[in-house]
């Protein structure tokens, strides 16, 4: 895409279609921007070709009246422009994520895991975000692997009184997880 985004290549655009149809003023908060530097280890770490921040910039010229917000592990790809936000952050540490909701003390209408893709630092995301999710929502969970469905079928049975779940088959063996709060 013109953005260099990946969003397309891995299938996660059938989410998306979706949950932005008729949407027009929202906050979106993306963890993992899609460093190209390999030697961090990084939220996002998408490779040497990648654009940090493609999918923010690609949704900003689709809906320029909503706020988007980026947060990354790797200092060096965080960047500020006219409505998108970027901060560090270190998905595996509960601190630093609950950190980052208090001092940006925003409610979003959607958040979305595009980081280690590890079941430790996504559960953690799902674990703080909560509060910091409006009513009807969405809490994205990307690069899901098929060898850790039955946690996330688990995840959803214990949440299923506070969000409303679905997994995605995006590509072959590859996942989203989408949990809309109720």
């Known amino acids: 895409t013109k953005h260099n985004t990946d969003k397309f290549k891995r299938g996660y655009h059938k989410?998306?279609?979706d949950i932005f149809k008729n949407k027009k003023n929202f906050t979106l908060l993306?963890?993992?921007l899609g460093t190209p530097n390999q030697d961090k280890l990084s939220t996002g770490a998408a490779g040497k070709d990648s654009t940090p921040g493609a999918f923010l910039f690609a949704l900003k010229e689709m809906f320029p009246d909503s706020s988007f917000y980026g947060a990354d592990y790797d200092k060096s790809i965080l960047f500020e422009d006219s409505s998108i936000q970027t901060y560090?952050?270190?998905?595996?540490?509960?601190?630093s994520i609950l950190g980052l909701y208090k001092n940006l003390?925003?409610?979003?209408?959607?958040?979305?895991?595009?980081?280690?893709?590890?079941?430790?630092?996504?559960?953690?995301?799902?674990?703080?975000?909560?509060?910091?999710?409006?009513?009807?929502?969405?809490?994205?969970i990307e690069n899901v692997g098929i060898w850790t469905l039955d946690t996330w079928k688990i995840l959803i049975q214990i949440v299923k009184d506070y969000f409303q779940a679905e997994i995605y088959e995006t590509n072959e063996n590859n996942f989203v997880v989408l949990l809309k709060k109720l």
């Open 30 to 32: 993306e963890f993992g």
């Open 105 to 140: 003390n925003i409610k979003f209408d959607f958040i979305i895991d595009d980081s280690l893709a590890t079941q430790f630092s996504s559960l953690y995301i799902v674990e703080t975000s909560f509060n910091y999710l409006e009513k009807g929502g969405y809490l994205i």
């Open 15 to 17: 989410v998306y279609v």
């Open 88 to 95: 560090y952050v270190d998905v595996t540490d509960k601190n």
